[in-house]
């Protein structure tokens, strides 16, 4: 996995994380993508394209309305 050139896809939020990639992190809240982002450059971290349908229910609007699509 690598964070330069290349297709370009989104980072959907999901994740399981080893504690360890946290050592030296301040306590609190703080962004995460700086924090992948070095890990991607050493090769810590790694990824799966889902290439299924995947909504972005990100809103309740917008889960209101998945639900609405789904009860269809």
């Given at each position: 996995m690598t964070d330069?050139?290349?297709q370009r896809l989104?980072?959907?939020g999901v994740g399981v994380y080893r504690p360890a990639l946290f050592d030296g992190c301040a306590l609190g809240?703080?962004?995460l993508a700086p924090l992948?982002?070095?890990a991607i450059?050493?090769?810590r971290?790694?990824?799966e394209h889902h290439r299924g349908r995947?909504?972005?229910v990100g809103?309740?609007?917008r889960l209101a309305a998945l639900d609405r699509e789904l009860l269809q």
């Amino acid at each position: 996995m690598t964070d330069a050139g290349g297709q370009r896809l989104t980072f959907s939020g999901v994740g399981v994380y080893r504690p360890a990639l946290f050592d030296g992190c301040a306590l609190g809240r703080f962004p995460l993508a700086p924090l992948l982002r070095a890990a991607i450059a050493v090769g810590r971290v790694s990824g799966e394209h889902h290439r299924g349908r995947w909504v972005d229910v990100g809103t309740p609007e917008r889960l209101a309305a998945l639900d609405r699509e789904l009860l269809q």
